[in-house]
């Protein structure tokens, strides 16, 4: 359903959401997660995009911080850090992964999706000992885009991440 208000747009549209509940223990699947990863954290990637001459070498220096995933960590929040100091015991981590390769073949076809790219992806503890690693499938979040292309690019970013999610769990979603 869309709303359109002068100058606004509401949209609502359904996210597949994915949960891999893993046997390892949240330390295990964190570093098998982050073993995945290259990362960008230091600020590398405004660097390389500066220093870069041509389309070629921005993507010979991009590739230099791929994991072995293809992805690459932008970011990291370890909530569990922060809600020891407000006394309570959480194991929680939230990352920002992507690449920016893979989000070209996406946003070069409606600019709409950098809203959801890069992915957020949550590794937590629950209350009864699980440990999960969660995820909105990107697709999901590109459908209410109702373009082809960025739905054919979504589906095999899916396939990346849902790897990369069995690969740091050992479980399927």
Known sequence: MQIHHEAAMIDSFTVEHHEHVSHRSFAEV???????????????????????????????????????????????????????????????????????????????????????VPIRVAIFQTSTGEVRLAYDLPSSLMSRLHNEDVSAAALELDAKLRALAERATGAVA
């Open 30 to 116: 964190v570093a098998a997660f982050e073993a995945e990863l290259g990362s960008v954290e230091d600020g590398a990637l405004p660097r390389e995009v500066a220093a870069a001459t041509s389309r070629t070498d921005f993507e010979t220096r991009i590739r230099r911080y791929e994991g072995r995933s293809g992805f690459m960590r932008f970011l990291t929040n370890d909530h569990g850090a922060w809600m020891g100091r407000m006394g309570t015991d959480a194991k929680i981590r939230s990352y920002v992964i992507g690449n920016p390769l893979v989000a070209q073949t996406m946003i070069t076809h409606d600019p709409g999706v950098g809203l959801n």
